[in-house]
């Protein structure tokens, strides 16, 4: 039986000697020590690099235009117009790609992308009041 793959790991010359050590670990603790010590560093090394990561700054950046649209009374109704479409589109696809075996990375990002250009195009029309 094989397995999903839930994530993955960057990869980066610091990564790969992670997974290198992982796949001849033994029990030495030594070996355990520098394995943690390294993952930390790794994730160190990562989370610096998030500040100028435009996905980073995509992700905010959407969130802050929910939160300032959320202070309009008319988004309430431009809110449930956009979760039915979201939500339709979102049965849909899931009917077709999720029901009989897991997504593949591929759909999911595609889904992804069409999803949030979808709700990119709602605050468009939104913000040019139509």
Do not use: C
Not at 42 to 65: G, R
Request: hydrophobic share 45%.
């Amino acid at each position: 039986m094989g397995h999903v793959r839930m994530g993955f790991l960057p990869r980066t010359g610091q990564w790969n000697a992670i997974v290198e050590q992982l796949s001849s670990f033994g029990d030495n603790v030594d070996v355990v020590s520098h394995i943690a010590n390294d993952t930390l560093n790794a994730i160190k090394t990562t989370y610096a690099k998030m500040p100028f990561d435009e996905s980073v700054h995509k992700a905010v950046a959407f969130l802050a235009i929910l939160a300032f649209s959320a202070q309009s009374n008319a988004i309430a109704d431009h809110a449930f117009e956009t979760s039915k479409i979201m939500q339709s589109f979102a049965a849909g696809w899931f009917n077709k790609h999720a029901v009989s075996s897991p997504p593949s990375e591929t759909e999911v990002t595609n889904f992804l992308r069409i999803s949030f250009d979808k709700m990119r195009e709602e605050f468009r029309r939104e913000a040019d009041g139509k």
